[in-house]
C-alpha cells in the first residue's frame, strides 16, 4: 500500500469516526430529552395528586357541602385529561398513517378523500411546517416530508425489526449552511425521540 492510499484510508477512518461520534452525541441528546420529559411528567402527576391519594393517617378532610364552580372546572379538566387516549406507539402510528392514506370515501362524484383525513393530513403538515406524503413500497412504510420555502427534503422509514425510524436526507436546499451534520447523513432514532428530532428540524428551519 502507497503513501497514498494511506492516506486515503486514514481519511476515511477519521471520517467515520467523526460520524461515530456525532450519531452518538445526538443519541445521548436525544436521552436526555427523555429523561427530563420524564422528570417534568412526575412532577405535573405529584401536583394533580387528589386528596384520595393521600396516605390514610393523613388529616382527614370533610367534604364540602357545595363544590366552588372554579373546583368544578378543574375536575372537569382532569376528567377531560384522563379522558384523552394515550399516544400509541410509532409502529401503530405509522400503520394508522398508512391505513389512513389508503381510506378513501365514496360520493356521488366517485372516490374522494375523506374530509376528516384531509384535515387530519392538513394538522399534520401544520404542526411539522411541511409537506407530508406516504409511501408504502417495498422497503416499507415511509413518510416524506418537504419544506417548501427552503426546499429541505427527507424520508422517515419504519425499520419492523429494530423498531427505529431511519432518516435520509433528499435535499439541503438552502438550509446546507445552518444544517448540523446529523441531518446531512442517514441516521436512526428510536420512536419516543420523534419530538426532540422534529424540535431540531424546526430550529434549523426557522434558522434557515
Excluded at 137 to 153: M, N, P, V
Excluded at 164 to 170: R, T
Amino acid at each position: 500500500m502507497d503513501k497514498q492510499d494511506q492516506l486515503e484510508r486514514a481519511l476515511m477512518d477519521h471520517h467515520e469516526d467523526t460520524r461515530a461520534k456525532e450519531n452518538e452525541i445526538l443519541r445521548l441528546k436525544l436521552l436526555l430529552a427523555e429523561k427530563t420529559d420524564k422528570n417534568n411528567s412526575k412532577a405535573t402527576e405529584s401536583v394533580n395528586r387528589t386528596p384520595e391519594d393521600l396516605p390514610e393517617n393523613s388529616t382527614p378532610i370533610l367534604p364540602a357541602k357545595k363544590i366552588p364552580q372554579s373546583n368544578s372546572r378543574a375536575k372537569g379538566v382532569r376528567l377531560s385529561e384522563k379522558a384523552i387516549p394515550p399516544c400509541s406507539s410509532s409502529e401503530e402510528e405509522a400503520q394508522e398513517l398508512e391505513c389512513s392514506g389508503r381510506n378513501t370515501c365514496i360520493s356521488g362524484n366517485g372516490t374522494n378523500e375523506c374530509p376528516s383525513l384531509h384535515m387530519f393530513h392538513l394538522l399534520l403538515e401544520s404542526l411539522v411546517r411541511m409537506k407530508i406524503s406516504l409511501n408504502n413500497g417495498t422497503e416499507g412504510f415511509s413518510i416524506s416530508f418537504f419544506h417548501e420555502a427552503s426546499g429541505y427534503s427527507f424520508t422517515l422509514t419504519w425499520l419492523e425489526q429494530p423498531g427505529e425510524w431511519s432518516y435520509k436526507v433528499s435535499d439541503l436546499g438552502t438550509l446546507e449552511r445552518v444544517a448540523v451534520d446529523w441531518m446531512k447523513q442517514d441516521i436512526r432514532f428510536s420512536p419516543n425521540m420523534c419530538h426532540v428530532f422534529f424540535q431540531q428540524i424546526s430550529k434549523t428551519i426557522t434558522k434557515g
